[in-house]
């Protein structure tokens, strides 16, 4: 018997609960595997292999699940009217 054939592998067992799930309709920052910035916008629906997320502009962006390497909740800071110097 070889090396690889006396190693067992676990069985795979499903999450209970979707990561992505707390961050549904909510303003949220992803980082993504393919750009050096992240991608902010609405996360508007989580399928089983991509979600969705509505952006600033209207545009829907489909985002691989596998590529997210982050994310969180974002809330923007109040903007102020007076110049910052």
Request: negative net charge; aromatic residues 8%; proline residues 7%.
């Amino acid at each position: 018997m070889s090396e690889y054939e006396s190693i067992t592998i676990k069985e795979f067992v499903p999450h209970e609960r979707d990561d992505i799930e707390p961050y549904l309709n909510k303003l949220s920052v992803i980082n993504v595997c393919w750009l050096k910035q992240p991608l902010f916008g609405v996360v508007s629906e989580i399928g089983p292999s991509f979600i969705t997320l509505k952006r600033k502009d209207g545009r829907l962006s489909k985002i691989r699940r596998s590529s997210i390497l982050g994310i969180e909740e974002w809330e923007p800071r109040p903007r102020t009217d007076e110049a910052v110097v």
